[in-house]
């Protein structure tokens, strides 16, 4: 339960990381973060500590007591959008090449897809962005250590290293808890929630 995922927003409610619940009930008692209930209201830990907990909620034992589990939590003082390049991961190749296979095109789940070197390492390739893609497990036995002209095989997209990008990239298959879907179509939850003039 501690290990599970919580949405972090800056102070203006962008989605800036993923972080684990331990870590976010640091950050809480911390005072570094307040966690962001349903109603879109925000409790330091003391406070959140305090809320009655329905059937219905996640919750925690603690010692003496049961606890509701935040899953969206939103920094104090960090109002700015990470600058740094996108790290290099096999989640984030995963979320650059859309879960595709880069030689047949077809989507896979994430455990029905490698990662493949363009120019395999036994010649020479290196693992950089510009030469891993995602390949499903036919297309990679069939490339083997070879490259793609040798195997026969066109790349869909050329690999190549993201831009940083303004806020974080979760795409649907990721929101694991329905409180993270209003952050991260954010710009939609804007539209909709805007207070409109008279």
């Given at each position: ?25 640091v ?41 509701r ?9 960090y ?32 455990n ?86 008279p």
């Open positions: 339960m501690l290990a599970s995922n919580v949405l972090v927003l800056n102070k203006s409610y962008f989605p800036v990381h993923i972080t684990t619940l331990r870590r976010a009930f950050m809480l008692y911390q005072g570094v973060a307040k966690a962001i209930d349903h109603e879109y209201k925000t409790f330091d830990f003391h406070s959140w500590s305090e809320l009655s907990v329905a059937t219905h909620d996640e919750t925690i034992g603690l010692v003496g007591r049961v606890m589990v935040p899953r969206v939590v939103v920094l104090v003082t109002d700015r959008l990470p600058k740094k390049g996108v790290k290099f991961s096999r989640l984030n190749i995963l979320l650059r090449d859309k879960h595709m296979c880069q030689y047949c095109g077809k989507k896979f789940q994430r029905n897809l490698n990662l493949d070197h363009v120019i395999p390492r036994s010649q020479g390739g290196l693992t950089t962005w510009e030469n891993v893609v995602t390949s499903c497990l036919d297309c990679n036995g069939k490339k083997g250590g070879l490259t793609p002209k040798e195997a026969g095989m066109k790349l869909i997209h050329h690999p190549f290293r993201p831009a940083s990008v303004p806020f974080i990239d979760i795409s649907q298959h990721m929101v694991r808890y329905n409180a993270w879907k209003p952050f991260i179509n954010f710009v939609d939850f804007s539209y909709w929630n805007v207070e409109l003039e």
